[in-house]
């Protein structure tokens, strides 16, 4: 069972950055790695629904971002370390939230996840 561990959140100023890091285990006796998973991001701000912010194919490593934080977030995996990670610049207030790391069994990121982090929570304000 895929097992994700977010960390790197914390409290920056508007204009900052932050790089969460989504450390995956439990590939032991599986056959599977994290290659074998497509890893997208949730966040949920106070008072709203999650919503997911972005994706990287397990198939041909492709890219999708919401509008909200195209050209602002990068995601990338590096698959011999088992880990994803998300790159966050010029963040804004609007970006506070509770950041999620998801796991999709497919190579399809618009199948919902299979396997959930349990959250770091960013904060933008100055």
């Known amino acids: 069972q895929l097992q994700l561990v977010e960390s790197g959140g914390g409290v920056v100023q508007p204009r900052g950055s932050l790089r969460l890091s989504c450390a995956a285990s439990?590939?032991?006796?599986?056959?599977?790695?994290?290659?074998?998973?497509?890893i997208a991001w949730f966040r949920q701000a106070p008072g709203k629904l999650r919503e997911k912010i972005s994706c990287i194919s397990s198939w041909d490593g492709s890219l999708q971002y919401a509008d909200s934080v195209k050209g602002r977030f990068t995601i990338s995996k590096d698959n011999a370390k088992n880990t994803a990670y998300l790159q966050m610049n010029n963040l804004k207030p609007e970006d506070t939230g509770v950041y999620y790391c998801a796991g999709i069994a497919s190579m399809n990121c618009a199948v919902d996840p299979d396997y959930w982090g349990q959250g770091t929570q960013v904060t933008v304000s100055s």
């Open positions: 439990g590939f032991t006796g599986s056959g599977l790695t994290l290659d074998d998973y497509s």
